[in-house]
């Protein structure tokens, strides 16, 4: 079967649902910077500025946006995408959006393309003509490049032709085609070591690699500032804030900060720049296994891009990818699972794509606006991005640590519950919910100044309201330490009935709140604050969203919070004299010392 017959025919379709989606679609702030710095870069004025509204061609209402954070090639390739549009003679803006995103959409099916290659090159010729076709199907990709206009189909594409053209032994063509990877996005940077540390070319031939993989996007990034008279400052802002984001968020370890809004200080100083030991960390890894250099780059990608402050789901791309290169078995499994967790985090964080269609109606853009500040589905989506960036980071993670898929695991221990295993928890939770809701709608009964209850400080600065939740929270916590010690079970089942019964009172002081409110007469789930402790406080249906969810996933990982707090005991207990009590899984926590 040749290639053509092979792959032509779905390389025409998938050309053709891409190309059916890319004029109408566009990410209203990723795409919006495209389509105004199109514009601005065309006539040679620097594009690490300010962007204005670019009258009869923007689709976002915004007077002014940031630009670019990345080398000057993508505002190179818009200008010359907006050339060609005029040379058409300015038509409708639905024209340049579909000009604009014709760069994505090829190289999205060319991604298809190196993936046969690449994967033919292992003899798998059957293989290889099943992942490419699954490619070029892959929502996920298709989303990506045709609708959101990303640039990341490009430099995927550009780094699986660095990998190809390695393999079969043209080491300087692959060294030119990682360069403008770098030219394009900056993260492809973190790849090069990679080539030079899995690979056993000649010391000189590895420092002309590097050499051409560098001069590319630094004499290219130049050039222009020399030539057209660029002022630095904007690129150099630019690429600092990408270096140590300021905030958190996206599918990476650190989503749950977004939630917290931490100070700035050393803590998170210190995490913004946590993916410099990362990378440091896949490197040995591939050194020390002598890794094959798709193996080395899938580690490194996950690595960098789950210990950034923020991690964007079309990064997903390259994992997903390297992932499908690796071939069958678990990987496959991993592959499954990494693509669904981030299909549905791309839903949800974009509003089930409704924003997407925001170059065909202002009534898109102002719908996603609205639901995503001011409706009730805001701690909901907020909610759910926490379940999947924190599914996302374990599955990732256990496919550094070369484990069994992680989601695959949790599903099928899922499926093993039986209904009468949940019946205890669920009257547990309903106890507790209805002891909190009335010891609440009691309480508030008692309370006469509300002025003095919210803003004395009756104790290091807490109020009688902060004190009263800090008891309510410790007369339950009293009574699960209370359970667990006359449960007479060892220390791991102790710690893991502990652990079961605190997220069930997540979950219960949720359920009370609404009970609270219905006992009042209150509308449930309203955004009136409540304060927790100090000055602390959030919308009583924030709180109710969280600690439910909170509960949820410390449930799901409870298993490994378990195994977590065990390590610390047993290191503990081995830096101090032991006494003897037998085993650590054999020890009652009743027992005495």
């Known amino acids: 079967m040749s290639f053509l017959n092979g792959l032509g025919k779905p390389l025409l379709v998938g050309l053709g649902i891409r190309e059916l989606l890319a004029p109408w679609t566009g990410h209203p702030f990723d795409f919006e910077i495209w389509v105004r710095l199109g514009v601005i870069a065309q006539s040679g004025a620097n594009p690490y500025t300010l962007l204005p509204y670019i009258p009869n061609l923007s689709f976002s209402p915004y007077p002014w946006m940031t630009s670019i954070s990345y080398p000057p090639l993508a505002a190179f390739i818009f200008a010359a995408t907006y050339t060609v549009y005029q040379i058409l003679g300015s038509p409708a803006p639905f024209v340049y959006y579909f000009l604009l995103k014709q760069p994505m959409v090829i190289s ?21 003509l099943k992942i490419a076709r699954l ?14 206009g990303a640039l990341d189909p490009i430099a995927l594409l550009l780094i699986l032709m660095s990998l190809y053209t390695f393999e079969i032994k043209k080491p300087y063509l692959s060294a030119s085609l990682l360069g403008l990877a770098v030219y394009l996005k900056l993260m492809p940077i973190v790849f090069l070591p990679l080539f030079l540390i899995v690979s056993d070319l000649p010391m000189r031939t590895k420092a002309v690699f590097t050499t051409i993989a560098l001069v590319i996007p630094i004499v290219g990034t130049l050039l222009p500032f020399y030539l057209f008279d660029w002022n630095f400052s904007g690129i150099y802002s630019a690429v600092a804030y990408q270096g140590a984001l300021p905030l958190f968020g996206g599918m990476g370890v650190f989503n749950s900060l977004s939630l917290l809004t931490p100070p700035r200080g050393f803590a998170t100083s210190f995490l913004s720049i946590a993916w410099f030991p990362a990378l440091l960390a ?7 296994k002598k890794a094959k250099l798709a193996d080395g780059l899938l580690i490194t990608v996950i690595l960098f891009s789950i210990f950034r402050p923020t991690m964007p789901e079309q990064w997903a791309l390259y994992p997903i990818a390297f992932l499908l290169l690796k071939g069958d078995g678990e990987n496959r499994t991993h592959f499954l699972a990494i693509s669904g967790i981030a299909t549905a985090y791309l839903a949800i964080n974009n509003l089930l794509l409704v924003r997407f269609f ?18 009730v589905f805001s701690e909901l989506r907020y909610a759910l991005l926490l379940v999947l960036s924190t599914a996302f980071s374990a599955e990732a993670l256990s496919i550094v640590l070369a484990k069994h898929s992680f989601l695959n695991a949790k599903l099928k221990s899922l499926r093993r519950i039986r209904p009468r295993e949940v019946t205890v928890p669920l009257a547990y939770i309903a106890v507790v919910s209805l002891a909190g809701g009335f010891l609440d709608f009691t309480a508030t009964k008692m309370v006469t100044d509300w002025a003095l209850a919210l803003q004395s400080n009756v104790f290091l600065g807490l109020s009688w309201l902060s004190l009263y939740h800090l008891m309510l929270v410790s007369v339950f916590e009293i009574t699960v330490l209370l359970i667990v010690l006359f449960s007479r079970r060892n220390l791991s089942d102790s710690i893991s009935l502990f652990l079961l019964l605190t997220f069930l009172n997540f979950i219960a002081s949720g359920f009370s709140l609404i009970l609270y409110r219905a006992l009042e007469g209150l509308p449930v789930l309203s955004s009136v604050a409540i304060y927790l402790a100090g000055s602390s406080s959030v919308t009583e249906r924030a709180f109710v969203v969280f600690a439910d969810t ?7 990982y409870l298993n490994e919070i378990r195994s977590l707090l065990l390590f610390v005991v047993r290191r503990a207990t081995q830096a101090v004299p032991q006494t003897r009590l037998g085993s650590d899984n054999e020890a009652s926590l009743s027992a005495p010392a």
């Open 550 to 556: 909170l509960g949820v996933l410390g449930i799901f």
């Open 108 to 128: 999205d099916l060319l991604v298809a393309v190196f993936l046969f290659r690449l994967i033919s090159l292992r003899g798998d010729a059957t293989g290889a």
């Open 282 to 288: 896949a490197y040995a890894y591939a050194y020390g």
């Open 358 to 375: 925001s170059p065909i109606s202002v009534g898109a853009f102002n719908w996603d606006q609205s639901v995503d500040v001011v409706s």
């Open 135 to 148: 490619w070029v199907y892959f929502p996920f990709a298709i989303i990506v490049s045709a609708m959101w």
